[in-house]
């Protein structure tokens, strides 16, 4: 008897292993690490708040990609009050790397007409040490004060997107720097064929001076109304361990109509059911 009912117990126990192991974390996780980092800036301020939840590889571009801890800890006191609010946020089924996205106010004096309005993306990735998701990536853009306020686009993993862990995935990145990679070189011969081949359906595309345009065929419409050529060259990039959510970040120079400017980049990559990586979300931030 003693025999069966330690051997129920393993089983059980190793039922609850392969289980947990299945269970995707929560985007929430992300969403509440946006909102404490928020409330954390309000708090202490934007210097002392961008220390306190950075990757040790974290980056910010200022105008060029430069780590999180150099460009703070070198700097006074940031002026000014800056807030944001998440609208969309993903996370990998097993929580090592997430991103949110949404508007941000900056207000550097008194009235309305100091304040500056924008997008940020912020790319999250989970500390080993102490399991808790790091400020890895953030870049934002300007445009004009909103109209409306965006909905919500928070969604669960899609563990039936998810294929065999990877052993080092922030090392052993080749297929996303890859993609990128090809995603630039088809950016060079045309962007209304990139986008329509690399662009999730429901992709989403950041670009200084307008709000958020979500959707393949508003994307393309956008590109072909702004005359946009791209021509761009991949810096780095990682993905998750589970295999299902990736970023990528670079530099570019766009002509848009007859303007033409240097930009950073950073694109964030979802695996479809076919295990084909695609763009879910595209910023682009001038280089001033």
Do not use: C
């Not at 946020?89 to 949110?100: E, H, P, Q, V």
């Not at 090392?171 to 690399?198: M, P, Q, R, W």
């Not at 307008?210 to 946009?228: L, M, Q, Y």
């Not at 589970?242 to 990528?248: C, H, V, W």
């Amino acid at each position: 008897m003693k025999k069966l009912l330690l051997a129920a117990f393993v089983l059980a126990g190793v039922s609850a292993n392969v289980f947990a192991q299945k269970t995707p974390v929560e985007v929430s996780k992300v969403v509440d690490a946006e909102n404490d980092f928020n409330k954390l800036v309000e708090r202490k301020g934007i210097k002392a708040g961008f220390l306190a939840v950075a990757d040790p590889e974290g980056i910010v571009f200022k105008p060029n990609a430069v780590k999180i801890s150099e460009f703070y800890g070198t700097i006074d006191k940031m002026p000014g009050k800056l807030t944001w609010q998440p609208k969309v946020a993903r996370i990998s089924a097993n929580g090592d790397l997430a991103f949110t996205a949404g508007p941000y106010v900056y207000q550097n004096g008194k009235s309305d007409d100091d304040k500056v309005y924008g997008q940020y993306v912020s790319v999250w990735k989970r500390d080993a040490a102490d399991n808790k998701l790091k400020l890895l990536i953030d870049l934002g853009i300007q445009h004009p004060e909103p109209e409306a306020e965006a909905g919500a686009d928070f969604r669960e993993p899609d563990t039936s997107k998810q294929v065999a862990p990877s052993k080092d995935p922030f090392s052993g990145k080749t297929v996303i720097i890859n993609s990128d990679k090809l995603l630039n070189h088809s950016l060079d011969l045309s962007a209304l064929a990139s986008y329509k081949e690399f662009l999730s359906p429901d992709g989403m595309y950041y670009f200084p001076g307008f709000e958020p345009i979500a959707g393949r065929d508003k994307v393309s419409k956008f590109i072909a109304n702004e005359g946009i050529s791209i021509s761009a060259q991949t810096v780095n990039a990682g993905r998750s361990t589970s295999n299902d959510l990736a970023y990528s970040y670079g530099t570019a120079r766009i002509r848009k109509g007859n303007i033409v400017n240097n930009y950073n980049y950073v694109r964030i990559w979802e695996i479809d059911a076919t295990h084909k990586w695609n763009v879910l979300l595209e910023i682009f931030s001038t280089v001033e």
